[in-house]
């Protein structure tokens, strides 16, 4: 298994629909990204970045894997304290993606 580029900042994604839909402002680690209404936040965090998350029991980079909740690899922390997976929730206006672990393994 080959692990994702180390640069976060390097989508592996482009968007192909939905291109004319109203931005959507949001956060990751604290970065002003955008995206579009209607994304899913998986879609939102990688068409910005080029991981979901970093993996909890080691520095594997995570990026989803089923996309329909039953697999468990996108779990995504919120600043306000929500844990959320990613593919099944919608972004909205002014989440706060956090991704930088904490000295107990979790943002």
Known sequence: MTDLPSDLSASQFSRLARADAA??????????????????????????????????????????FCLMGGCQDCWVDLADGRRLRACTVLVEPGMAVVTAKTAGGRP
């Open 23 to 64: 931005p959507i402002a949001f956060t990751i680690d604290g970065e002003p990204v955008t995206a579009r209404a209607g994304d899913l936040l998986i879609t939102a965090i990688l068409v910005n970045r080029g991981a979901v998350r970093r993996f909890e029991f080691g520095d594997a980079m995570r990026a989803g």
